[in-house]
C-alpha cells in the first residue's frame, strides 16, 4: 500500500544513495592513498565498483522476479550486509586480498539496490500515487549536499573515518528500506522465462551509447578544467551546476517527459548532448560552459526520467525487476566503464578536446537507433 509516509521513505532512500555516491566518487581514491595503496591499486579497486554495476543488478533483479520477493525487504537486507562490508574496511586493508574481496562484495549489494527503486518509484509514479521526478530529485541533493561537505569534514578529521560515515549512509538505506511501500508481485508464467522486447532491447542499447557519450564528462572533465587553467573549487562548482540543472528539471518537469513519446525524447536528449560535448571540447570559457552544464538536465536528467519510465512500460510484468536491473547494468555499468577506458586511450593519443569530440560523434550516431524506438 502507498502512503505519505512510505513516499518519504522513498525520498530517504534516494538521499541516503546518493549521498554516499557523493563521498564514494571524490574520496574512495584517497582513502585507498590514505591506506598506502599504489596508483594501480587505486585503479583496480576503483574499478571493482564498477564492474559491480555490471553485475549485480540483473542478477538482483532476476532474483527477486524469480522469487517474488519484496523490493523494500531485499533492500533491507544487502544494504545492511553493504554496511557490515564498509566496517571491515580498516581491518581488511592489512591484506589486499581480502579486501579485494571485501570491496567486490559492497560493490555488488550497493549496485544491486538502486534499480529496483528505480522500478518501485516508477510504478507508484505511473499510478498517479506521486511524481518520479520529485521523489528521485532527493537523490541529487543528497550528492550535492555531501560532495560540497565531504572535503571539509576530511580535511578536519582522519580519512580512517570514511568507512563509517559511509556505514551510516547504508544503515539509513536499510531503515528507509523498511517503509517501502509494498507493490503485488506479478505471477510467474507456467512456462518459459520470457525474454525482452525488441523495443526494451534497443532501449538498452542507446542508453549504453548515451553512457559511453558521458565517458570523457566522468573521467576527466574535472583534469581538463585544471589544464585549462581553472582552480580546484571553481572545478567543483561546474560539477555542481550540472547536479542544479538536473535537480530543476526533476522537480519541475518530470511528469510531462514521462507523457511524451519516447523516440521524441531520446532524439532530443541525445542532440543536445552531443552538442555539450562539442562545446566543452571547442572551448573551456566560463560562461559557455556554464551554459554547457545545464544541459546536464537533457543529458542525464530527462533521458533517465524516459527512460526507466519505458523500462517498465516496455519489460513484461512479471520481469519488472530484471529489466531495470540490465538497464543499469548496460548504461551505468558498461556504458559508463567503456566510455571512461576509451576516452583515457584518446585524451593519451590526442587531448582532451579530442575525447569530447568523439564523445559527440557516439551521441549523434545514438541518434540513428533512436528513431526506430516507439513513437
Same mark, same amino acid.
Given at each position: ?216 564528462? =566522468? &573521467? $576527466? ?6 589544464? %585549462? ?7 567543483? #562548482?561546474? !560539477?555542481? *551546476? ?107 593519443? =590526442? &587531448? $582532451? ?6 564523445? %559527440? ?7 540513428? #537507433?533512436? !528513431?526506430? *524506438?516507439?513513437?
Amino acid at each position: 500500500m502507498v502512503t505519505a509516509l512510505s513516499l518519504h521513505h522513498i525520498r530517504l532512500f534516494y538521499a541516503a544513495y546518493f549521498a554516499a555516491m557523493g563521498l564514494i566518487l571524490p574520496f574512495f581514491p584517497v582513502y585507498l592513498a590514505f591506506l598506502g595503496y599504489s596508483v594501480v591499486a587505486i585503479g583496480m579497486m576503483t574499478g571493482l565498483l564498477a564492474a559491480a554495476k555490471v553485475i549485480a543488478p540483473p542478477c538482483s533483479g532476476y532474483w527477486l522476479d524469480v522469487r517474488g520477493m519484496a523490493a523494500g525487504r531485499f533492500i533491507v537486507l544487502a544494504s545492511c550486509l553493504a554496511a557490515l562490508c564498509v566496517a571491515l574496511f580498516n581491518t581488511a586493508s592489512a591484506s589486499m586480498p581480502a579486501f579485494i574481496i571485501i570491496v567486490l562484495m559492497f560493490g555488488m549489494l550497493w549496485a544491486a539496490v538502486l534499480p529496483l527503486t528505480d522500478g518501485l518509484s516508477i510504478h507508484v509514479s505511473e499510478a498517479a500515487l506521486a511524481d518520479y521526478g520529485r521523489l528521485r530529485v532527493w537523490g541529487s541533493i543528497g550528492f550535492v549536499l555531501t560532495s560540497l561537505l565531504g572535503g571539509l569534514v576530511f580535511g578536519e578529521i582522519s580519512l580512517a573515518w570514511f568507512p563509517w560515515f559511509l556505514a551510516a549512509l547504508m544503515l539509513v538505506m536499510a531503515a528507509a528500506g523498511r517503509g517501502f511501500p509494498s507493490i503485488e508481485h506479478a505471477e510467474m508464467p507456467d512456462m518459459a522465462y520470457s525474454g525482452f522486447s525488441a523495443a526494451l532491447l534497443l532501449l538498452f542499447v542507446v542508453s549504453f551509447l548515451m553512457q559511453l557519450s558521458h565517458g570523457a564528462y =566522468y &573521467g $576527466f572533465f574535472s583534469l581538463y578544467l585544471l589544464d %585549462a587553467g581553472y582552480q580546484g573549487w571553481q572545478v567543483g #562548482l561546474f !560539477w555542481v *551546476l550540472g547536479v542544479l540543472a538536473e535537480i530543476v528539471l526533476m522537480w519541475r518537469w518530470a511528469k510531462p517527459i514521462q507523457s511524451m513519446p519516447l523516440m521524441s525524447v531520446m532524439l532530443v536528449c541525445l542532440f543536445l548532448t552531443a552538442v555539450r560535448w562539442l562545446g566543452t571540447g571547442w572551448t573551456h570559457i566560463w560562461w559557455v560552459l556554464i551554459l554547457l552544464q545545464s544541459l546536464h538536465a537533457a543529458s542525464f536528467a530527462a533521458f533517465h526520467i524516459a527512460a526507466v519510465t519505458w523500462v517498465k512500460r516496455l519489460a513484461p510484468p512479471h520481469r519488472h525487476a530484471a529489466a531495470q536491473g540490465w538497464f543499469s547494468a548496460t548504461g551505468f555499468g558498461l556504458g559508463t566503464t567503456v566510455g571512461i577506458m576509451g576516452c583515457g586511450l584518446i585524451v593519451q593519443w =590526442y &587531448g $582532451f578536446s579530442m575525447a569530447f569530440y568523439a564523445c %559527440a560523434v557516439i551521441a549523434l550516431g545514438a541518434m540513428l #537507433l533512436a !528513431w526506430k *524506438l516507439p513513437k
